[in-house]
């Protein structure tokens, strides 16, 4: 089983809509979790970290499900900006590295 | 805040020669860096975790020798791909994580990463 798993859509909404990612990981010791966004051929950025009691940015909201093992990234008022590739990062609690999903495509339409 | 650069941004090489990447966290400084490589379409992959001052430790199935990492200083990491093949084409991003009162963060900053093309 991987440690991180995400739809990888496409996701393909139109302009103003909400849109919702989950990921779901699966080392129950996992500690930080984040999301990043990664434009296509370019690095990925931090869009933001995932805290235990949820966290909100702007038009995105983060929570963390650790009973179910599932993070999820909530999108509102989408813009044609938010076109990108989100990617579910989680880190083995204890070690250096970070676990990345496949990433979920989302395309914004006019 | 929380800049990284990378050097060369691309880079076409031939076969047999050695290339090397630079590394830069520009206003912060990173005990730890990390080098991956991703393919396209495909998700990044961990190559080896640089530490600053000690060697670096890499993943299953990728050979130190042939991707030598040097972690000179708080501030610097650099990958050298030695005697590159055309499988070794690819797109090569490090990230640095940022300490916090002393403390891990996990949070991980990216360079914009180098494509690799070996002919």
């Known amino acids: 089983r991987k440690e991180v798993e995400q739809d990888p859509g496409p996701f393909n909404v139109p302009e103003g809509a909400t849109v919702a990612f989950n990921c779901t990981y699966s080392?129950?010791?996992?500690?930080?979790f984040f999301w990043y966004r990664q434009d296509c051929r370019k690095e990925p950025k931090l869009l933001m970290s995932?805290?235990?009691s949820g966290n909100e940015d702007g038009r995105f909201t983060a929570q963390l499900n650790r009973a179910s093992q599932y993070i999820s990234l909530l999108i509102r008022d989408s813009k044609l900006s938010d076109s990108a590739t989100y990617l579910c990062?989680?880190?083995?609690?204890?070690?250096?590295?970070?676990?990345f999903g496949t990433g979920t495509r989302l395309t914004v339409i006019p | 805040g929380a800049v990284v650069s990378q050097h060369p941004s691309r880079v076409i090489c031939k076969s047999g020669t050695s290339v090397k990447i630079e590394c830069r966290s520009l206003?912060?400084?990173?005990?730890?860096m990390f080098w991956y490589r991703q393919f396209p379409k495909q998700s990044l992959m961990l190559m080896a975790t640089?530490?600053?001052?000690?060697?670096?430790?890499?993943e299953q199935g990728v050979e130190k020798d042939k991707f030598l990492i040097n972690h000179a200083s708080l501030t610097l990491s650099t990958l050298t791909v030695t005697s590159a093949h055309p499988e070794d084409s690819s797109f090569y991003i490090c990230?640095?994580?940022?300490?916090?009162?002393?403390?891990?963060?996990?949070?991980?900053?990216f360079g914009p990463g180098t494509r690799l093309t070996v002919t």
């Open positions: 990230s640095a994580e940022r300490t916090q009162a002393g403390a891990r963060s996990y949070e991980q900053y």
């Open positions: 080392n129950s010791a996992s500690q930080s």
């Open positions: 995932v805290y235990s």
């Open positions: 990062v989680v880190n083995n609690g204890g070690a250096n590295n970070l676990f």
């Open positions: 206003d912060f400084q990173a005990t730890t």
């Open positions: 640089s530490n600053e001052g000690s060697k670096a430790t890499y």
